[in-house]
C-alpha cells in the first residue's frame, strides 16, 4: 500500500448560513469548534442540509489519493450505526481501503456541521462522537508497516486515547506525514506539535495561520528559518499567496491559481496534501508536487464539499 492515513473518521453535514448565524452562535468564521451531541442537534435543528458525505480531513486526503490511482488504506472509528455503514460505503466506493472492523460503539458515529458563509469561507462544529475514541487496539500495525506513508491529523490530538494509537503508529511507520490541522488545534497542543514537528515527522503540512502560532512568531521569514534549520519537508499553503516547501536550504514556491469561482474553502487544504504527497511517492519533483497539490485543491474549492467527483 502506498499511503494508509489514520484520522477522525467524520460524516460531514453541510449547510450554507449568513455571518449572522455565526455571531449568533458564537462561532470564529474559518474555525473548528468542538460540540457536544445536543450542541451540534441544535445548530442543525434550524439549518438546510445540502449534501452529507463520509468526510475527516486525513480521509478527503486519502480519497483525493485513491482518485488519482494510488492504493491506499484508512484507519478512523465509527459505531456500527447508520452512519457509521454510509461512512464506510463512502470509502469502499471511493476503492479506499477500509482498515478497520466496526462494533456497536456506546457513543454514536461523529459528524461534523460545515457551515458555508456567502464569503465560500467553512465554519465547522464538530461533534467527534467515536471518532475522537479511537485506541492504540484499533491500529493495524501491519498495515502501518507495509504502507510507503502514514499519514495522521492534528486533529486526532484532541483528545486522550487517540495519542497512543497515533504514537503506536509512528514508531511502526516507514515514513511519517502530518497536517497541523487548525489552529486552535495547534494553540492547544502547541509543545507537542513542536516536538512531533522537530522530531517525529518526515512531512509536514500546515497553512501560514498555523505555522507562525506554533512557532510563536509573526513573520513569515521567521517560519523559513525555523524550517531551513529542521532539515525536514515543511509544506505551507499561503491561500492567495500559493504553497512553499521548505527542505533544508531548498525553498521551493508555487504560486496559487488565478480567476477561480470559488463556492467553498472546504477540503482545500486537504486536497493539497492529497496532491502533494500523489507526487512524492511517484518520484516527482518537489515543485510538482506543490503544482499538483495547488491543481487539486483549485479544483476542490469550486465544488460545494470536500471530494472532488
Given at each position: 500500500?502506498?499511503?494508509?492515513?489514520?484520522?477522525?473518521?467524520?460524516?460531514?453535514?453541510?449547510?450554507?448560513?449568513?455571518?449572522?448565524?455565526?455571531?449568533?452562535?458564537?462561532?470564529?468564521?474559518?474555525?473548528?469548534?468542538?460540540?457536544?451531541?445536543?450542541?451540534f442537534?441544535?445548530?442543525?435543528?434550524?439549518?438546510k442540509?445540502?449534501?452529507?458525505?463520509?468526510?475527516?480531513?486525513?480521509?478527503?486526503?486519502?480519497?483525493?489519493?485513491?482518485?488519482?490511482?494510488?492504493?491506499?488504506?484508512?484507519?478512523?472509528?465509527?459505531?456500527?450505526?447508520?452512519l457509521?455503514?454510509?461512512?464506510?460505503?463512502?470509502?469502499?466506493?471511493?476503492?479506499?481501503?477500509?482498515?478497520?472492523?466496526?462494533?456497536?460503539?456506546?457513543?454514536?458515529?461523529?459528524?461534523?456541521?460545515?457551515?458555508?458563509?456567502?464569503?465560500?469561507?467553512?465554519?465547522?462544529?464538530?461533534?467527534?462522537g467515536?471518532?475522537?475514541?479511537?485506541?492504540e487496539?484499533?491500529?493495524n500495525?501491519?498495515?502501518v508497516?507495509?504502507?510507503?506513508?502514514?499519514?495522521?491529523?492534528?486533529?486526532?490530538?484532541?483528545?486522550?486515547e487517540?495519542?497512543?494509537?497515533?504514537?503506536?503508529?509512528?514508531?511502526?511507520?516507514?515514513?511519517?506525514?502530518?497536517?497541523?490541522?487548525?489552529?486552535?488545534?495547534?494553540?492547544?497542543?502547541?509543545?507537542?506539535?513542536?516536538?512531533?514537528?522537530?522530531?517525529?515527522l518526515?512531512?509536514?503540512?500546515?497553512?501560514?495561520?498555523?505555522?507562525?502560532?506554533?512557532?510563536?512568531?509573526?513573520?513569515?521569514d521567521?517560519?523559513?528559518?525555523?524550517?531551513?534549520?529542521?532539515?525536514?519537508?515543511?509544506?505551507?499553503?499561503?491561500?492567495?499567496?500559493?504553497?512553499?516547501?521548505?527542505?533544508?536550504?531548498?525553498?521551493?514556491?508555487?504560486?496559487?491559481?488565478?480567476?477561480?469561482?470559488?463556492?467553498?474553502?472546504?477540503?482545500?487544504?486537504?486536497?493539497?496534501?492529497?496532491?502533494?504527497?500523489?507526487?512524492?511517492?511517484?518520484?516527482?519533483?518537489?515543485?510538482?508536487?506543490?503544482?499538483?497539490?495547488?491543481?487539486?485543491?483549485?479544483?476542490?474549492?469550486?465544488?460545494?464539499?470536500?471530494?472532488?467527483?
Open positions: 500500500m502506498k499511503v494508509l492515513g489514520i484520522g477522525n473518521a467524520i460524516v460531514d453535514v453541510i449547510c450554507k448560513v449568513n455571518d449572522d448565524f455565526l455571531l449568533k452562535n458564537k462561532l470564529t468564521k474559518s474555525t473548528m469548534k468542538l460540540v457536544d451531541e445536543s450542541e442537534k441544535k445548530l442543525l435543528s434550524n439549518l442540509i445540502e449534501e452529507t458525505i463520509s468526510g475527516g480531513s486525513v480521509a478527503n486526503s486519502i480519497v483525493g489519493l485513491s482518485q488519482l490511482g494510488n492504493k491506499v488504506g484508512f484507519i478512523g472509528k465509527v459505531s456500527d450505526d447508520n457509521g455503514n454510509k461512512y464506510e460505503e463512502g470509502l469502499t466506493k471511493e476503492k479506499v481501503k477500509y482498515l478497520y472492523v466496526k462494533k456497536k460503539e456506546a457513543t454514536p458515529t461523529g459528524t461534523c456541521l460545515i457551515l458555508i458563509t456567502p464569503d465560500s469561507e467553512r465554519t465547522m462544529c464538530t461533534f467527534l467515536t471518532a475522537g475514541k479511537i485506541n487496539n484499533d491500529i500495525v501491519k498495515a508497516k507495509e504502507s510507503e506513508i502514514l499519514f495522521l491529523e492534528g486533529y486526532l490530538w484532541d483528545e486522550g487517540p495519542r497512543k494509537a497515533f504514537e503506536k503508529a509512528i514508531n511502526h511507520s516507514q515514513k511519517v506525514a502530518m497536517s497541523l490541522s487548525d489552529l486552535f488545534c495547534v494553540e492547544r497542543h502547541k509543545s507537542q506539535f513542536l516536538n512531533l514537528v522537530k522530531n517525529k518526515d512531512i509536514t503540512f500546515a497553512n501560514e495561520q498555523e505555522i507562525l502560532s506554533l512557532i510563536s512568531e509573526k513573520k513569515f521567521e517560519v523559513i528559518n525555523f524550517s531551513k534549520n529542521l532539515n525536514k519537508l515543511i509544506v505551507i499553503t499561503r491561500g492567495e499567496n500559493g504553497a512553499i516547501a521548505i527542505h533544508g536550504n531548498n525553498i521551493i514556491e508555487c504560486s496559487s491559481k488565478k480567476n477561480l469561482k470559488i463556492k467553498d474553502l472546504t477540503g482545500a487544504g486537504d486536497l493539497f496534501a492529497g496532491g502533494f504527497i500523489h507526487g512524492y511517492i511517484n518520484g516527482k519533483t518537489i515543485r510538482e508536487c506543490l503544482e499538483k497539490g495547488t491543481e487539486m485543491s483549485s479544483k476542490v474549492i469550486q465544488i460545494i464539499g470536500a471530494r472532488l467527483i
